[in-house]
């Protein structure tokens, strides 16, 4: 069992930047792949960014690739998401997920969420 804390939302101006933290319980933060999803309203929940539990491999989607990176400090049970040049479109309510082993873009594939933090950017 994980449980995930995000915290880091806001509201920020189109161009600005905001970095997004995930804290997970439990001692076996190292076994789990983690990703950050993100859900517009009426819009479908879709990836952002993943991790391997090691941080060796991260996955991007094409749409923030070059602007958002995302980052783990295994010995805070911590996973990060720097966003930077944030656009309008980037307004959303941002989910941390966990699954076992290997990153998934697919959210179906990730048993443990976080409650979501808001993110706002004005244009």
């Known amino acids: 069992q994980v449980q995930l804390v995000e915290s880091g939302g806001g509201l920020v101006q189109a161009g600005g930047s905001l970095r997004l933290s995930c804290a997970a319980s439990?001692?076996?933060?190292?076994?789990?792949?983690m990703a950050w999803f993100r859900q517009a309203p009426q819009k479908e929940r879709e990836f952002v960014a993943a991790?391997?539990?090691?941080?060796?491999?991260?996955a991007a989607a094409d749409s923030v690739k070059g602007r958002f990176t995302i980052s783990r400090d295994n010995a805070k049970n911590t996973v990060y998401l720097q966003m930077n040049s944030l656009k309008p479109e980037d307004t959303a309510v941002y989910y941390c997920?966990?699954?076992?082993?290997?990153?998934?873009?697919?959210?179906?594939?990730?048993?443990?969420w976080g409650q979501g933090t808001q993110v706002t950017v004005s244009s």
């Open positions: 991790i391997s539990p090691t941080g060796a491999n991260t």
């Open positions: 997920a966990a699954r076992a082993l290997s990153i998934s873009y697919r959210s179906g594939e990730y048993p443990y």
């Open positions: 439990g001692r076996t933060f190292i076994s789990y792949a």
